[in-house]
């Protein structure tokens, strides 16, 4: 039995708007179980307990984990009042809206009452005992692709001052560290939460080479994991899709990043293998297994190049939701059982 381990991810629906049949949600996961030997199926974050009861009974009788998705900085407004990223002028930074279910706006991840808002949200809305763990998307600032890069809120404006930063589009560095230390503290406080109702903790991080950008510190972030996922989506023309947000950062920085460079699957190894080596717990790298016209052209190809250039991480993620996987990409994916 081969110890390079297998997760699904399976989408159910925003916290508001179109939430998946749970009977479809049911037979995919049963016929992606007959398939392929997963080890854990992440899932949400539609807030309908009736879904979850469904999956942890279907996926513990098969010995799978269950993880519940959830979003921190970003979708939680829709259920809870909170502060969100305000720009440079002071206003609200326009979010991008993927579908109808999912909105990618951001909250200010200073905010006390922002950093418990997620937690209250599990409370109110999921069981813990459906679950093994949370896997924590969103764990970020916006990224250039909100056209913002990071709140200027007076709350924020005052931790800048303090640390006696003015700026003014020179001093990157100091700006990021500040940043950085803002999601990690966060984070802290977050997974402790999570941690004392007895969950396990999976994060969603961006490429380690987009990371400055949005705020997270990869190894300080691991200390806090069981287990950690860059998002490396190379054919994803969407938030956190390595051509989506490398466009966004050259546009907003005035400068031409190599596309094939940074979007090859040896340069995407490289970035797991820097993980591997200063991450505290283990590398998961996602990668599209779903084919969404325009947004994720992926194809069984792509799928099993991605397999062959993770094969010395310790598993991979098979991102992002299993109900838009084809067939032949779930077939593709049968390469996992050999590495
Ligand atoms: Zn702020």
Redesign the pocket.
Known sequence: MSTFKLTMQVRTGGFTGPRADPADIERALDDALDLLPLQRVIIGWAPEPGIYKQTAAQLRARGVEVYLWLPVFSEVGVLRSC?P??DTTGQRAAPYQLDATESFDFY?P??PDNIQAILSIFDQYFDPTDFDGVFLDKIRYPSFANGAFG???P??QAIFDAAGLSFNGHNWQDFFEIRTKIISDALTTICAGFRAKGLSIGLDVFAPFLTDSVGQDIPTLSTLADFIKPMMYARTNAPAGLPFELDALDQAMNITHDQEEYTNLDFCAKQVAWMKAVCACPVYPGFEVNRIQGVADTDPEYIKGCLTAYKDADGVVASWNLLDMPREHLEALKLAERL
């Open positions: 502060s990223v305000l200010c200073t905010d709140c200027f809120c709350r924020c």
